[in-house]
C-alpha cells in the first residue's frame, strides 16, 4: 500500500485558500482593507519568489484568529468554505484522489497553510490524514502563535517524518503532488514526484530531473 501525498492550494485547489481567507476576512470588514490588503499580497508575492519569511507571515495571518471568539470564527470559515472553496475544488483533483483511494493507498495532505483553515476542506476530499501548521490555543482561543513548527519548505519534510514514524508509513512507495518550487524540498524525498500545474520554477525543475508534469485544470 502506497502513500499518496496531496499538496493543497493550487494543487487540488484552483487558488490558494489563505490567501483567499485573507481576502474574505476584507470582504467582510473583519480586517482593516487597505493595510491588510497590502500585507496579504506582499506575503503572497514572497511565497511565489521563494522569499517568504515564514514565521512573519504566520504572525500576521494568525493574528484574526487571536481576535475572535472560536464560534465566531467558525461561523465566517463555514461560510467561507461554501462561497470561495467548494467552487475551486478541482473535478481532477476529486478524480486523483480517488484513483489513489481505489488502490488502497493511504492519502495525506501536507500544507503550509493553518490547520484551521484546511481541517474543513480535507474532508471536502475525504481525506482523513492532514499534516498543517497548528495554530496555538489557549482554552478555547487562539493565541496568535503556532505549536510545533511550520509546515513550510523543510518544515513539511520534519512534520512529515514524524507522522510516518508515528504511523509506520514509509516514503520508500510514495507520491508527492504539488504546484510549488517551495516544495522541492520534499519531492526531492519521495518515490515519485508529480509537479501538478506547476509555477515556472517548478516547470524547469521537473523538466531537467524527469519528473512527471500534469494539469488537473
Known sequence: MALAIFDLDNTLLAGDSDYLWGRFLVDKEIVDGNEYTAENERFYQAYQAGTLDIHGYLRFALRPLAQHELRQLRAWRAQFIDEHIRPIVLDQGRELVELHRDRGDTLLIITATNRFLTEPIAALFGIDHLL???????????????????????????????????TGHQLTDSYFYSDSHNDIPLLERVAYPVAVDPDPELRQQAAQRGWPIISLR
Open 132 to 166: 498543517a501548521t497548528d495554530p496555538e490555543m489557549a482554552g478555547e482561543r487562539y493565541t496568535g502563535a503556532i505549536q510545533g513548527i511550520p509546515t513550510f519548505r523543510e518544515g513539511k519534510i520534519k512534520a512529515l517524518e514524524a507522522w510516518s514514524k508515528h
